[in-house]
């Protein structure tokens, strides 16, 4: 038998017709038969969801780590004396020398040559973003160009763009699907100022729809006179990002995102030939070679080190090659492949509910296949009479079902206004009086119920019983009215 053996008490009521549903799922999506070993991992590596009763379904929020990424990291730690680096008595250089060694275990995993990239550590995805933002050189006829999918610590550059004088422009995406029109981008990407500094940012895999806008984009945009970022932090954890074929300027990562373990450590990849572009707006211990009060001027650190303020996180750090190493002992295309296989039932089995009457259970936001999305899949829960139930309200029923789903806008705030239709008049009139307006009336002038969406989210140790469980919980909403 095929199925998960550690089912918890509440998924084993269903047993049968979950039996009867994984044998029609494997018929309908036969690659996961090929991803049988992510089972086996989660009976070891994460035995703790099972005995704990959880379906965790929010692998874009934060990934989970293996057991065993701890102990090796435990291990290490044990065994070693390491020091602050930036010296060069003994444990210094070892640590020095653990920090570099996990600066090129990024680089060989994203297959990115050390000629061509350079890895920054940062503390997430945020900082690297804000990064590139406080040292691009924006300045008057300069142009920020992004979409209107973004997370906000993208949307946030505009603010470094706006101060310099850049122009901000968004390319907007379009319903039900949430893409972006080719010739809208088109049009957008015609605009870059010849001799000028123009940056294109957009995310490889929506953090709201799970749309993957194309990677396609980067090498157009660049010939058409773009610095591109590539915000893959939603995009990394289940998808091969090979930076000897698709080669953007900047890239953010969060490394908990991709294997749980240690939070606090993230990285920009920077391509050498844009590294040069970049200014930083400060210095600070750690990113210069020699400064002076008395003279007023300091000598920046060449390279990564430059951008690197303070005291790298590096106790944490040597865990990231644990992780990366322990995702390539699986293989990113087998996670790929189960995650897709996952997503496509899971959409499938949603979007097939309806209430008696015949009006659907769910609305989508984003694609309803397969096919340029990643494991991802937005929705909101409506009663028989097509009313919208409150994303917080399902969470909370969710809650109770110990199945964590996220709901709100998962700071992607352009992907939320088209998607739930909110009007230019409608959002321009909150911000008309910044001072008085609390949240709560912020949100109400908006909808005053419907804040955003609910979330489920796929990741390496999802298996066939959490999804499954996520669909016997959509079908308590059958029938409802409100
Ligand atoms: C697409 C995307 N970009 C950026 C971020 C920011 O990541 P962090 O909060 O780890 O800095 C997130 C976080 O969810 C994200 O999903």
């Not at 435990?74 to 570099?100: C, I």
């Not at 160009?145 to 470094?160: C, K, P, Q």
């Not at 901000?168 to 010739?183: C, F, G, K, S, W």
């Not at 912020?442 to 298996?463: E, P, Q, W, Y």
């Amino acid at each position: 038998m095929l199925l998960p053996t550690t089912l918890d008490t509440h998924a084993r009521r269903d047993l049968a017709p979950m039996d009867t549903a994984f044998e029609a799922f494997r018929q309908a999506y036969p690659a996961f038969d090929t991803t049988r070993q992510l089972d086996e991992l989660r009976a070891t590596e994460y035995a703790r969801l099972d005995r704990q009763g959880h379906t965790y379904l929010d692998y874009t929020g934060g990934g989970l780590y293996a057991e065993s990424q701890l102990r090796d990291h435990l291990a290490l730690l044990s065994d070693g004396v390491f020091g602050n680096p930036h010296s060069k008595n003994l444990t210094s250089m070892a640590t020095t020398q653990l920090v570099e060694q996990v600066r090129d275990s990024v680089l060989r995993y994203f297959n990115a040559s050390p000629d061509e990239y350079l890895v920054i550590f940062t503390p997430n995805s945020t900082g690297a973003l804000k990064l590139v933002g406080e040292s691009y050189p924006f300045g008057p006829d300069d142009t920020y160009l992004l979409t209107f999918d973004n997370h906000n610590s993208v949307n946030g550059i505009r603010e470094f763009a706006r101060a310099k004088g850049a122009t901000v422009t968004y390319v907007p995406i379009v319903p039900p699907d949430l893409r972006v029109a080719e010739d809208d981008l088109s049009r957008a990407l015609a605009c870059a100022q010849p001799g000028h500094n123009n940056l294109f940012a957009y995310p490889a895999q929506s953090n709201f729809t799970g749309v993957q806008h194309p990677l396609e984009w980067i090498a157009e945009s660049q010939a058409k006179g773009w610095d591109v970022l590539l915000d893959a932090a939603s995009f990394a954890p289940t998808n091969r990002l090979d930076l000897s074929r698709w080669q953007p300027d900047f890239v953010d990562i969060s490394f908990y995102k991709i294997f749980g373990y240690p939070t606090g450590t993230g990285c920009l990849l920077v391509r050498k030939t844009a590294a040069h572009k970049l200014r930083r707006p400060w210095y600070a211990g750690g990113t210069i070679t020699f400064s002076s009060v008395v003279a007023f001027d300091h000598y920046l650190t060449p390279g990564p080190a430059g951008f690197e303020d303070g005291t790298v996180n590096y106790l944490s750090l040597p865990a990231v090659e644990i992780g990366l190493k322990y995702i390539e002992s699986i293989g990113i295309d087998l996670i790929h492949t189960r995650v897709m296989c996952l997503t496509g039932w899971l959409l499938d089995q949603l979007l097939s509910l309806h209430h008696s009457n015949g009006r659907p259970v769910i609305r989508l936001y984003g694609p309803p296949t397969t096919d340029q999305r990643g494991g991802t899949i937005q929705v909101n829960f409506l009663d028989q009479s097509d009313r919208l139930i409150d994303c917080n309200e399902v969470e909370r029923l969710a809650n109770a079902e110990h199945i964590s789903l996220r709901a709100g806008c998962h700071c992607n705030p352009g992907a939320r206004e088209v998607a739930l239709g909110f009007t230019r008049e409608q959002l321009v009139a909150c911000f008309r009086d910044k001072e008085r307006l609390t949240f709560e009336q912020f949100l109400h002038v908006i909808d005053g119920k419907t804040t955003g969406a609910l979330r489920a989210s796929i990741g390496l140790a999802t298996n066939f019983a959490d999804v499954y469980r996520y669909v016997q919980f959509a079908k308590t909403f059958l029938d409802k009215s409100m």
